[in-house]
């Protein structure tokens, strides 16, 4: 794997690399701004890329967007220590692929960084909750694919709700914990089978659902009611 490294704080770069090199991981770059960080993303095509927020001269966010509409399929991941909302959620709109906290520890990073590369998109605890939030109350039923009349008016708790379209219990194990924040490791890890089959369990909803990506998902999970009784990790 390779890892472009982006903070305006050299200390911390000069830390990140010993780290990730220590479980070889190789970084590639490091940039110390936005516009490096774009620069060096073109030039040296990482696998995933560590970006923090605040910086100088170009931000995270721009760099974000600007790396973004270059090559779509960059796998960004924020790292940093602002637990603001506003931040998360622009940083996701941006094209983000994972949000985490500089207060994690090593091995979550080590984790973070694997499951960015397999397509999994790492969160810190609690905030995969807040983005849920935040798609039910922005979806509407032409873009989570349901009409009004098949979603409750009132969520219930998630022992009390069967998702519609005929999903399978094992399917509505996998869509309740996931909406509650779960990564695809711990789900598999309460239901005894492999992350990858937890994957394998999400790409089957969507094509149940007829819906298009993740956030689809957990948008029409947060209107059924699934993520209420989100378990703080």
Do not use: W
């Not at 190789?26 to 620069?39: F, H, K, N, T, Y």
């Not at 960004?76 to 931040?87: E, F, R, Y």
């Not at 711990?186 to 659902?209: C, F, K």
Request: aromatic share 4%; proline share 5%.
């Amino acid at each position: 794997m390779k890892v472009l490294l982006v903070d305006d704080n050299r200390l911390m770069l000069e830390g990140l690399q010993n780290l990730l090199e220590v479980h070889d991981v190789q970084v590639s770059g490091m940039a110390v701004d936005g516009q490096q960080a774009v620069v060096l993303a073109r030039t040296l095509k990482p696998d995933v890329i560590l970006m923090d927020i605040r910086m100088p001269l170009c931000d995270g966010l721009t760099a974000i967007r600007l790396i973004k509409a270059e090559t779509p399929e960059m796998k960004i991941v924020v790292l940093t220590t602002s637990t603001d909302d506003q931040d998360l959620f622009e940083a996701v709109k941006s094209g983000a692929c994972g949000y985490l906290l500089k207060s994690i520890n090593a091995d979550t990073l080590i984790e973070a960084l694997i499951q960015a590369q397999e397509g999994i998109p790492p969160f810190s605890p609690g905030l995969a909750a807040k983005l849920l939030k935040e798609f039910a109350r922005l979806s509407e039923p032409s873009v989570i694919g349901s009409s009004v009349s098949d979603l409750p008016a009132n969520p219930a708790k998630s022992s009390d709700v069967v998702p519609a379209r005929g999903l399978n219990s094992r399917q509505t194990e996998v869509l309740t914990l996931v909406s509650q924040g779960f990564s695809y490791k711990e789900v598999g890890a309460r239901l005894y089978i492999s992350p990858r089959t937890v994957r394998y369990h999400m790409v089957e909803i969507m094509n149940q659902l007829h819906m298009e990506n993740r956030a689809q998902v957990l948008a029409y999970a947060g209107r059924l009611g699934l993520g209420q009784d989100i378990t703080p990790k």
